[in-house]
């Protein structure tokens, strides 16, 4: 390793789209959703230990109301190293204080790497030597690092980001000067996208020394910085919602991009189960004690092993168990959860489904 990281797991994430299996006191990050007995954070946390001194070196910022649920699940995580935030302000907020911190306990030259609790990653020696090859860059130049993943397909669920002037490599890797960063753009212009061989899906990991990006968010977003710095986590209320895509990546000359390829997804819906589970030889991605007749392409999970799902005659179907609650959604519509949620939170019958 070049030199060692403070990762920091961003874990305040209400995972919705895995409605009714992820809620209010049971987030995604909180689940197993790849065969394993390891939550994603925990694997999360795993995953990044390899880069630190320690427990000691490994942070995580989340909601007050997930708290508990995070000292839980990484019993090994100092106190100190737990920020936890009163109110929700998206991701812009989360690492500008977040660097604050980190940048007052070891100064401007701690290299900081920003890590969603909630992705899956194929291959950890593929992931490990680009992450230390964004270290290295991180430490030897004044530089915000992105991991990009390299498209597999045209998604028009992810953002991109087109790499301009090759700057040189680090671990045998190539790094790139970032032209611009394009939000989940039609089906049309990711195909255009792909087929330059220029564009990165944006992973949302991130590294830099914590000087750099935080004169960069003096300069781009004082708005949040300035108000941090000077009261503290006591104006979360009073922060605009940004994410730091928008507040700080699009409009900085300091955005770097290392394409990668270790495997990765970042489970948004219930689709990404079929992605990660999927077998040839199965016609279906089962979970659970499932009885099918002419069932084909679904996706099928009971948190309780004795319940029993019998289909008849379905295809390309979503069906979730999980307590008192069942969903059946067809697979192309399930990103419409979040507004079937919003329903139950208007009506004080299903209180206890959220």
Known sequence: MSSSLFPVILAGGKGERFWPLSRQD?????LSLDGSSRSLLQ????????????????????????A?????????????????????????????????????????DAIIGFF????????????????????????????????GIKPTFPSTGY??????????????????????????????????????????????????????????LYTHAPEIIEQIAQKGVDVYPQLPKKSIDY???????????????????????WNAIERLLKKPENPNVELATHVGLDTQGAIIYATNPEDVVVTIGLED????????????????RTQEIKQVLKTLQSDPRFTDLL
């Open 159 to 216: 953002g991109y980001i087109e790499q301009g002037e090759h700057i040189g490599s680090f671990n045998e890797l190539p790094a790139y000067h970032v032209n611009r960063f394009t939000e989940k753009p039609n089906r049309e212009t990711a195909e255009t996208f792909m087929s330059t061989g220029r564009f990165s899906w944006n992973s949302g990991m991130f590294v830099f020394r914590a000087g750099v990006v935080l004169k960069e």
């Open 43 to 66: 694997a999360t946390a795993e995953r990044l230990l390899n880069f630190t001194g320690g427990w000691d070196d490994l942070w995580v910022i989340t909601s007050s109301q997930l």
């Open 247 to 269: 507040a700080l990546m699009e409009k900085t000359n300091l955005a770097y991009v290392l394409p990668a390829e270790f495997g990765w997804d970042d489970l948004g819906d």
């Open 26 to 30: 049971r987030p995604k990050q909180f």
């Open 317 to 332: 179907v979503v069906i979730v168990r999980d307590r008192n609650v069942t969903l059946i959604v067809n697979k192309e």
């Open 116 to 147: 969603p609790s909630d992705h899956w990653i194929a291959d950890q020696q593929a992931f490990e030597r680009t992450l230390d090859a964004a270290i290295q860059l991180a430490a030897s130049t004044p530089a915000i690092v992105t991991l």
């Open 68 to 108: 508990t649920g995070i000292r839980q699940q990484l019993p090994e995580l100092p106190s100190p190293n737990l920020l936890v935030e009163p109110q929700g302000r998206d991701t812009a907020a989360a690492v500008a204080w977040t660097s604050l911190e980190i940048q007052k306990r070891y100064g401007d």
